[in-house]
């Protein structure tokens, strides 16, 4: 099913253009969600939301919801039965960002907060009985303030995923170089709270098959999940099974598990039957996880000439009550600008709301919109070209770990990204350009990103019907998964991609990433291609040893296969024959391998900094007579490594970027401030880009690979394109309006001053 043009057993499938091997599935109804499974005897789940967000639940009347016709039971803390606590390990196992189990207390911290679940025949049976149950509460008024102060929190934090240093980079005396400098910055830059909104809900069936715990879930980490639900069952890891074989997207929101996921589990177990429990729109807003609201001060100091001098990064967070997850705004100031003198701290501030959770880009996406602002503004007050500017405080080194970068090319993104954009043309006066009666805005941003891998695993399999099939327990959440194992697997094997079997989404399965931090295509690279080395190595030792086999007595190292055909070296591949004729020979159905790789993001001594950069390049229209902003062009550069399949690589970025368009002007979730409750909780408040907002975006890789991430050198495209995008279009609105909008979203308030 790839596109490829020329024979696949003579060109590598690895940079090419190849359609989503799964997309037929998909447009045609065959691919199951979650949501659309069914098992006999199933029954429907619909929790009971509290209605404040600080208090405590004095009482619940569930008797009226009992006696309702198909209901089965009401489940609250009375009567849920046991749900342990899960508990963090040391890196990315067990991971969980609302540790508190459902029902645990009676304390509500957050509105929306599971106080009782309803269970019944029909889901709309579960939904009147969840309706028709009554809650008293002692209120008090919740904190949704949206201006955040630091609380008085210790100089070392433990996060959700491990302790962090409120100071959390500094180097040389950035306050001292701040004040003795020619040409200075001191500005605040606000980013809303915002919802993930995949098309897909989240959901969950649970059943128990004996001992055995089975989650159809829609998780981006089948692996973590099968991990935390154990604890929180108390049963061994064999004794739990999570599938997830197809995800609408989730945007970090799915990472891991949230408590309607035990909720759903302990109803199977006390009822005996298949539970599925799907959250709702609304509920997606309370929750199910949400990026959380920052607040960012940037102050920066330069020489006249442009030469950075000083740079202060200091953050401050909403989090919830419980629970602490780092929004590490501060990611990717320590080394993305050659400065002397830097210090980046952080700060939180406890809230009456949901737990906050990674979102598409976390931390370095609202960092580098306060950050690369920043640096716009500050090119501004010099008078120079912020295109310029960047490459004048291009770092030759990761100056914050005084590491060589392994794979670095920021300033031919910028350069190559100003030539296809036609930046030259810029004319810097606000509002002096115009097309057919619109002003024009330009600007741009740099943009940079994680790199690494996850740990993983891989088996793979040569069949005797000349089939492979690749097994990996990571997932495929819309970005394109299933067909880069399609793609690893023909590499290695010379089989096209179309006679691949790729399973994934499997707990079952060898462990395998989470869909997360634009890893899962890195870090199954080493596992697949260690994998298929040692399969390939089994067929070669069968060539050599099946009696009437034309290898018979030849040594293992003397064949080779490739596009598919094992062959004696010396007599090159067209005298070689298909693999699965040795298999048939040998009357061997298959021969298997193994592999795996280490995790290398977040690792200590490491030996280089690994990131993948960009920039995006922006125009916009503004028509003042009417108020009206449109982002009518986007030019967007990526050096992410060598690029496994373009074309999907390319869907990455556009969708990255019209999320950033929404980031700009759009998204922002709003609590009302005498309950707590999010106001627009709902996909018609919630304002989103849809298609008439999105306008052409030119995506180009610079395509290098990096060796120092993996054997093809691929880092991973999820995430960056929504880095540094808003500050792009923020940049844009002020050259087109002449205002600084420094809190997202850009509202047409802010420019109608
Ligand atoms: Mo991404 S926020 O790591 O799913």
Redesign the pocket.
């Known amino acids: 099913m790839g596109t490829s043009q020329q024979s696949p057993s003579t060109a590598s499938p690895i940079g090419r253009d190849t359609l989503r091997i799964d997309g037929p599935r998909k447009v045609t109804g065959v691919a199951k969600y979650s949501s659309d499974l069914q098992f006999p005897g199933m029954l429907y789940a619909v929790p009971v939301e509290a209605t404040i967000a600080n208090g405590k639940l004095l009482t619940l009347d569930t008797a009226a919801a009992e006696k309702m016709p198909g209901v089965r039971a009401v489940l609250h803390r009375g009567n849920v039965g046991k749900i342990f606590r899960s508990t963090q390990a040391p890196g990315f196992d067990r991971v969980c960002l609302e540790r508190r189990p459902p029902f645990e207390d009676d304390t509500i911290r957050y509105w929306g907060q599971y106080i009782a679940l309803a269970v019944a025949d029909t889901f709309e049976a579960a939904k009147a009985a969840a309706d028709a149950v009554r809650a008293t509460y002692s209120k008090e008024k919740p904190n949704v303030e949206r201006h955040l102060e630091a609380e008085d929190d210790p100089d070392v934090i433990l996060t959700a995923y491990s302790p962090m240093e409120r100071l959390q980079s500094h180097r040389g005396d950035a306050a001292a170089a701040l004040d003795n400098a020619a040409v200075k910055l001191d500005e605040t830059y606000v980013t809303p709270a915002e919802t993930h909104n995949p098309l897909e809900l989240h959901s969950t069936v649970s059943l128990w098959d004996g001992p055995t715990l089975m989650l159809y879930d829609s998780t981006?980490g089948v692996v973590n999940l099968r991990s935390v639900l154990a604890q929180m069952f108390g049963l061994n890891k064999e004794n739990v099974r999570v599938i997830s074989k197809f995800l609408g997207s989730?945007?970090?929101g799915k990472?891991y598990p949230w408590t309607h996921v035990p909720l759903a589990a302990a109803a199977a177990r006390q009822l005996g039957k298949p539970v599925k429990l799907v959250v709702s729109r609304k509920m997606m807003f309370q929750t199910v996880g949400h990026r959380a609201r920052t607040q960012q001060r940037v102050r920066l100091g330069a020489s006249r000439e442009g030469k950075l001098v000083s740079l202060q990064h200091d953050y401050v967070y909403h989090m919830s009550m419980l629970d602490p997850y780092h929004e590490d705004c501060g990611e990717a100031t320590p080394f993305h600008y050659s400065v002397p003198n830097l210090r980046v701290t952080f700060g939180r501030a406890k809230r009456n709301i949901g737990a906050t959770a990674?979102?598409?880009?976390?931390g370095a996406v609202p960092g580098l919109y306060a950050t690369e602002s920043a640096m716009n503004e500050m090119a501004e007050r010099l008078k120079i070209d912020p295109v310029q500017f960047r490459i004048l405080n291009e770092p030759k080194l990761d100056e914050s770990l005084n590491l060589p970068f392994s794979s670095r090319h920021y300033v031919e993104c910028l350069n190559l990204g100003a030539e296809k954009f036609g930046w030259s043309k810029r004319n810097a006066t606000v509002g002096a350009m115009k097309r057919d009666g619109l002003i024009l805005g330009w600007g741009m941003a740099g943009a940079a990103w994680i790199a690494g891998t996850f740990a993983s695993e891989a088996n793979i399999q040569l069949r005797d019907d000349g089939t492979v099939r690749i097994a990996c327990a990571t997932q495929d959440i819309g970005t394109g998964t299933y067909t880069i194992l399609a793609q690893l697997a023909s590499e290695k094997t010379g089989v096209p991609v179309d006679k691949v079997e790729v399973e994934l989404g499997d707990s079952a399965l060898p462990d395998g990433p989470i869909?997360?931090?634009?890893l899962a295509t890195s870090s199954v690279i080493p596992a697949v291609f260690k994998a298929a080395d040692q399969a390939i190595a089994s067929l070669l030792i069968t060539a050599v040893t099946t009696p009437g086999s034309p290898f018979l007595g030849k040594q293992p190292d003397d064949l080779a296969l490739e596009g598919g055909r094992v062959f004696i070296k010396a007599d090159g591949v067209k005298r070689g024959i298909a693999f699965e004729e040795v298999l048939r020979r040998a009357n061997a159905r298959l021969v298997a391998g193994s592999g795996s790789g280490e995790q290398t993001v977040f690792a200590p001594n490491a030996k280089f900094s690994k990131h993948s950069y960009g920039c995006h390049f922006v125009e916009v229209t503004w028509q003042p007579e009417t108020a009206r902003l449109r982002v009518s062009r986007v030019v967007s550069v990526m050096d992410a490594g060598r690029i496994v399949n373009p074309l999907a690589g390319r869907n990455q970025i556009q969708g990255a970027v019209v999320m950033g368009i929404g980031m700009a002007l759009f998204e922002e979730t709003t609590y009302d401030p005498q309950n707590g409750a999010p106001i627009n909780s709902n996909l018609a408040d919630y304002m989103m880009t849809v298609n008439a907002d999105a306008p052409p975006i030119d995506v180009h890789f610079l395509d290098y690979p990096d060796k120092e991430i993996n054997e093809l050198g691929a880092r991973g495209i999820?995430?960056i394109g929504l880095a540094g995008i808003a500050a792009a279009i923020t940049s844009a609105v002020h050259h087109a309006t002449g205002v600084h909008v420094r809190e997202l979203p850009v509202r047409i308030e802010d420019l109608i001053a």
């Not at 869909?515 to 634009?518: A, E, F, I, Q, T």
């Open positions: 981006q989730g945007f970090g990472l990674d979102m598409r880009g976390p869909s997360g931090g634009s999820g995430e």
